[in-house]
C-alpha cells in the first residue's frame, strides 16, 4: 500500500468492533505515524477495504496533523 509523504504505517490488522445492534462488524485498523508525531489509529470497514481511500483518509489527517503543529 502506497501512502501518503510523511506517513509510516507500522501496522494494518483485522479488529473487531461492534455495532449498534451487537453485531460484530470487522473492522481494519490501520497504525501510523505522520513523521514524529503518533502513533495513531484509524478503522476501517474490511468489507469493501479500498487502500485508495485509505490514503486519501491518512493524507487528511496528516494535513490536519501539520495545520496543528
Do not use: C, Y
Not at 20 to 37: C, I
Not at 44 to 62: C, Q, S, Y
Request: charged share 15%.
Amino acid at each position: 500500500m502506497m501512502t501518503p509523504a510523511k506517513v509510516t504505517v507500522r501496522s494494518i490488522t483485522e479488529a473487531p468492533s461492534v455495532d449498534t445492534q451487537g453485531r460484530s462488524v470487522p473492522q481494519v485498523r490501520v497504525t501510523f505515524m505522520v513523521g514524529d508525531h503518533g502513533p495513531f489509529n484509524q478503522s476501517f470497514p474490511r468489507e469493501g477495504f479500498d487502500p485508495v481511500a485509505v490514503n486519501a483518509a491518512l493524507a487528511d489527517f496528516a494535513q490536519k496533523i501539520g495545520q496543528v503543529g
